[in-house]
């Protein structure tokens, strides 16, 4: 196992330097904590929502898509290292099996498997094209929700005040 | 070229102090040179970035600011390290050594001198016979693989422990990416073990010495292999580094930093240290295989190991260059794009080239496939019937996609109708 323990030596080395690193940072650097501070990134916005414990099942799928590649990988390699010794017969028979994978992942293909994003659509038949759509039905009016809470109180009072007019034009501000 | 059993009887050796010595010589060389490498590419990517920008770049500290890098880290020495009250601490802290430590070690399988014009490629340290390579290993390729997947884990992790929106689908698109492309650099890759037969990255190089066609272009695998899988695997490299134009990972406008939004201070810089050391690892890891890695002629003054040096410098240079050549010139894909791309176009072309170019082997060699009495003539047929199957393969696809397209239209009630020019 010699071979291997240049590479042992350099682990060890790159998780000292890390190690050493923050322990570095722990002397050097300040420590003022606040509360936003330590609160999840989102631009200054109390966060709304917690993060997603979902995801499409696309990912999944591309996961699974990706195993049957690797394990055709898998039995592509010793081919290519050995295919001189091995000649028409292993030609053939990774033929064979590089054949029934593309003929599954045609398949998968054709049922929209790999499909992302936005549906290609002509011109003409492209539903954001027609007459109906027009500013006043496109565009949503901002609301309140992700605010500070401060912010929010002053807005109501405005609200019960004045015109829905004026409230929607003193909002974004 | 080793022979296996020679090998087994290698690695079974007890070891000896001359062999703990060149272990741990050459683990603090290649630490070293790799942190100075990190620290010049960086520098190296901010000056031609801002040439091709029509800007100065880093000009202060240092000649030509060479040690603005350094400049950089130390700072980060110096700021508050934050750890989110949302986020999972141990995975949190955890994170960065997964990515950095896969870093390092990718950059042991590659040979950086020697002279294997000449010579076999091994010069003699500590009273023994060795490349100038961290570790030989017979499996370099494999290792090189596992180790660029093992990195994944570090960004998905941080992504994922930080408790928050941002770095959590930029963490879910770096590990969806990295897997698309990981199979298309696999198969592009294969393509280079069919015409070296081994695994071992010596063995490869030792193929590229010496010449190839008429006496003056280089027998480099680039050429060796058909340009194809060169061009594969430096479009899926880059996005394997989720270098621009496949940064999708960190999309500043959609993601604000992406997988490492929540890091900060000494954190993020080794997150940042581990994706530069990746980009010249991935460099020299295509010079190997492409490009003759230190093999080249030698022209005497200089001792033949360090014209191996020589070599493979000026060819990771330029290879660089191409990379921080598309970060100036190249917009970000979408994300259905990026997918298209590595799914419909990338696996596919690998996979088919791949096994005509084994086909063309086989059919040059005596006796494996008796069509006709010479190997040209043979190699013509099966050329010819590749062909003939290439084309096809690629009607079904085509018509695979129109079939996904039409399933998706009649979905939405649409009627298929071809597509306008604009």
């Known amino acids: 196992m010699a071979q291997y323990l240049p590479v042992v030596v350099l682990a060890v080395l790159a998780t000292l330097f890390a190690a050493l690193s923050f322990v570095a940072s722990k002397l050097l650097a300040p420590r003022n904590p606040t509360v936003e501070k330590f609160a999840p990134y989102e631009c200054g916005i109390i966060p709304g929502r917690e993060p997603p414990e979902r995801f499409p099942v696309r990912f999944y799928l591309v996961a699974m898509l990706f195993v049957i590649f690797d394990i055709e990988i898998v039995f592509l390699y010793p081919w290519a290292v050995a295919h001189q010794g091995l000649g028409l017969f292993g030609l053939l028979a990774v033929l064979l099996f590089s054949a029934l994978v593309f003929e599954s992942f045609i398949y998968l293909i054709a049922q929209g498997a790999l499909d992302w994003g936005p549906l290609q659509v002509s011109r003409r038949q492209n539903p954001a094209r027609s007459a109906s759509r027009t500013a006043d039905s496109t565009i949503r009016r901002v609301g309140l929700d992700g605010r500070l809470s401060e912010a929010v109180e002053d807005d109501t009072e405005l609200s019960v005040s004045s015109s829905d007019e004026v409230t929607k034009e003193k909002v974004p501000v | ?422």
Not at chain 2, 147 to 169: N, Q
Not at chain 2, 212 to 232: A, D, E, M
């Open chain 2, 1 to 422: 070229m080793q022979d296996p059993k020679q090998d087994f009887l290698e690695s079974n050796s007890s070891l000896d102090l001359g062999d703990v010595l060149l272990a741990s010589g050459k683990g603090v060389v290649a630490f070293v040179v790799l942190l100075v490498s990190v620290m010049l590419m960086v520098w190296f990517e901010r000056k031609v970035v801002s040439r091709l920008q029509n800007r100065i770049g880093p000009n202060i500290a240092g000649p030509f600011g060479l040690l603005q890098t350094l400049a950089d880290g130390t700072k980060l020495f110096f700021k508050e390290d934050i750890i989110p009250t949302r986020s999972d601490r141990f995975v949190f802290q955890l994170a960065p050594y997964l990515s950095l430590v896969p870093a390092f070690l990718t950059f042991a399988v590659v040979p950086i001198a020697g002279d294997f014009s000449s010579g076999d490629g091994r010069v003699e340290m500590f009273g023994r016979q060795t490349f100038i390579q961290v570790a030989d290993v017979p499996i370099g390729i494999l290792f090189f693989l596992g180790m660029s997947s093992l990195g994944i884990y570090g960004i998905m992790l941080a992504g994922w422990s930080s408790g928050s929106k941002y770095p959590l689908l930029g963490s879910v698109r770096a590990s969806a990416q990295a897997i698309s492309y990981e199979a298309a650099l696999g198969l592009s890759l294969a393509a280079v073990l069919l015409v070296s037969e081994s695994l071992r990255t010596t063995d490869i190089v030792a193929r590229q010495a010496g010449e190839g066609f008429f006496g003056i272009v280089p027998n480099w695998n680039v050429l060796v292999t058909g340009v194809i899988p060169f061009v594969v695997f430096l479009i899926a490299g880059t996005a394997e580094l989720n270098r621009p134009p496949f940064d999708l990972v960190e999309a500043e406008q959609e993601l604000v930093g992406g997988f490492h939004t929540e890091y900060s201070s000494i954190r993020f810089a080794l997150f940042f240290l581990a994706e530069f050391m990746n980009t010249v690892t991935m460099g020299a890891i295509i010079v190997t295989l492409f490009f003759g890695g230190p093999s080249g002629p030698n022209f005497g003054i200089l001792p033949g190991w360090l014209w191996g040096f020589v070599w493979f410098f000026s060819k990771l240079i330029v290879l660089l260059f191409t990379f921080v050549w598309f970060r100036g010139t190249l917009p970000r894909l979408r994300y259905d794009q990026l997918m298209n791309l590595g799914w419909k176009i990338l696996i596919p072309v690998s996979l088919a080239w791949l096994l005509i170019l084994g086909g063309i082997r086989v059919a040059q060699q005596p006796d494996a496939i008796n069509l006709t009495s010479s190997a040209q003539a043979n190699t013509y047929i099966v050329l010819g019937i590749a062909g003939v199957i290439f084309c096809f393969c690629t009607l079904l696809l085509l018509a695979a996609v129109s079939t996904a397209r039409r399933e998706r239209l009649k979905t939405e009630g649409l009627v298929a109708v071809p597509m306008e020019v604009e």
